[in-house]
């Protein structure tokens, strides 16, 4: 309820509900925030906080004293505490993760509390908190600043840092006695029917078919908390289905934004199921359910699958040569040597060792060309990210040899390092490698193209996971509708993740090229998508309507870094219009507000639905990016240029750059059909020369 339109919308629902629901229903999403660790809590408030004073309206800064108060009264106030059942024994030992969160901070946040009022008025008033850096210095005179939360050593570890299992009632007490009899206590109103809540993402439709309520009983008594930044922790809620359904409590970010991507990729399901060939190819996109219970608070439902990098690391065993190696050299210098040699490396050892050679390849390429007078490589300074940049310089690093490199990354790690690990998944069995093959190969379309139109970006290792039957599971939508080439110092110039490695286990055939199995299903998706582009853009509208708290931030920061580069944003075509026309780069105009950021980003989203060629597109979300120009130390609109000759590729030689040619004289900046959109983006996301010169970490082998 951020917003009037949204507080709204609230209020005809809690009328709507039964008596006792809307009671029921906080209790359990205070239960569930409760189980975030306070300090990831804290962290996501007081940005919050910091955002809205940066607005400075008074709309805004009236949001900031109400996200004040709900930090006091989930974090701070005792009362409110022992209420949730966060509470000591009766010589003051033990108590909760939160209890004891609240007793260390306790004095710097009645100081807050002073300055700031128990109904947030001081930050109404602008003589009291000036804007976000005046809310800052107060946080940081109080140790409440994020910065001051760092791990450390003892009882501050044990408290804040902690990971692995973990009892639930020292994180939740009211989750871990969550139940009907402890809504009665608590006093819901209504009868036991009314103060029940379903399971979260138990409810609605799944698969077309109408699901069955899962009424939510409790809690299993532990809870696991991983060692990721945010600290996520995975409870197990019991259901009337005498099943456990598992949940990660996630804090410190808004995950409206994974529960809008979900809802648009069911949608895009959806569309592929009532296109008869997609529907007999099984094409679709694993969805899991996401349940935001608060702007910094949600449930992410567990999905049973591995990341890439997970599978490569359990499923590929140490390599013979790795023991007889170890034995040889020993530890110390002569250990580090060896694997430095590429001799005897297990599966975490390759990708090290091919991440450093990568890193090692860009910056000694941008000495020697530095030395040797190369414009880009004098004008970028001397750090990973402006290195990078310049490596699109092909005075610095030729496509040829872009793409040697590529090559030796991939013999460092193995291309067939996937393909043998989903074997090995099989053991043996010929039946099941078809399977496992077959629908390795339509999720791999499915996901690839519906990506794409979203605009789905930062897809490493890391990001995407593989179930037990093959198909691929997107996770993590922070860089979202071209975020990934808008905003990251380090553009990224691909449409979707397909490395030598993802293609490996559809060798023999050539997947990449024109078609093939990949190509046609790609493009039976693309075509699917594009019958039911109203109703999609009709779901991604709400962007527009609503946009993200993070958008807020972007549009902010981009206008005021384009503004400090003198960027005036003029154009002649509309938001999200043309780019490009006859060859020459027209930027898109600069956003002038959050709705128009919003807007830009849905008006590129609607164009890849009107088969616009994806080289045109990618360099209109290269002109927005005007992070590249500080890191460039001003260099940006030569960085660009480099980058625009990457992404259109050699004029005459790429597929992606001969179909582009064929209606240059047209000044037409769509694609013929599917086939040919799909042939373009299937080259731009296997180019060796556009790969080599992705980010390191990115893994782009």
Known sequence: ESSPEAAARAGVLRAALPAGAAESLGALGAALADAAPPHIRWKGLSESIQNKLADGSP?????????????????????????????????????????????????????????LGSDGSGLLDVRTVKDETDFQRLCHANSLLNSDFKVGTGQNAREYFTHGPCRLAAISPALAAYGRTALASAGAAGTSSDACVHVPGMHGEVDGREAAAVELLGAAPHARVFGSKQRPVMVT???????????????????????????????????????????RRRLEVRCYDVTPLAPQCGLVEVVDALTIKDVIRRCTPPTAPTAQASAAAGGGRKRRAAVGNGAAMGGDEAMIHALNTHYQWIHASHKRAKAAGSPAAKACRANTNAAFLAAHDPAMISDEAARNKMAELGAIVGHNALRNALLVRCRGAPEAWVAVRGRYAASLAASSIAGWVLGLGDRH??????????????????????????????????????????????????????GSTLHSDAASTLRALRRARRQLVGV???????????????????????????HDGESDGDVGGAGVVGGSIAPLAAPSGTRSYAEIKIGIFKRKLELAHPTYTLID????????????????????????????????????????????????????????????LLDLATDGAVLARMYCGWESW
């Not at 609240?102 to 710097?108: A, D, V």
């Not at 660009?640 to 590729?649: E, F, I, S, V």
Request: charged share 30%.
């Open 237 to 279: 809620l019991r259901g009337s289905d005498e099943a456990e359904h598992a949940r990660i409590v996630k804090a410190g970010e808004d995950l409206r934004m994974d529960a809008r991507v979900q809802q648009l990729l069911r949608a895009m399901n959806a569309a592929l199921l009532r296109d008869g060939r997609a529907a």
């Open 461 to 514: 290792q890391e990001n995407i996971m593989v179930a037990a039957d093959g198909s691929l599971v997107p996770i993590d939508f922070g860089y979202c509708f071209g975020a990934a080439t808008m905003l990251l110092p380090v553009p990224e110039l691909v449409p979707f993740r397909l490395t030598p490695t993802m293609l490996a286990p559809l060798r023999p055939q050539a997947a990449e090229r024109a």
């Open 59 to 115: 709309a805004a800064r009236a949001q900031a004293a109400a996200l004040w108060r709900e930090a006091r009264q989930a974090l701070f106030v005792r009362k409110a505490l022992e209420r949730r059942g966060h509470v000591t024994d009766s010589k003051n030992r033990g108590g909760t993760r939160a209890l004891m969160w609240m007793q260390k901070h306790e004095n710097g946040f009645k100081s807050m509390d002073r300055k």
């Open 621 to 680: 979300e290269l002109a927005l990016n005007a992070t590249v120009e500080k890191v460039s130390g001003g260099n940006g609109e030569l960085l660009g240029a480099l980058m625009a000759r990457t992404a259109l590729g050699e004029a005459g030689v790429a597929p992606r750059a001969v179909a582009r040619a064929a209606r240059e004289p047209l000044q037409d900046e769509r694609c013929f059909n599917e086939e040919a959109c799909v042939e373009s």
């Open 540 to 566: 991604a509208e709400i962007f527009v309507r609503e946009p993200l708290v993070d958008w807020e931030v972007e549009a902010r920061k981009n206008a005021s870094l384009m503004e400090k580069s003198g």
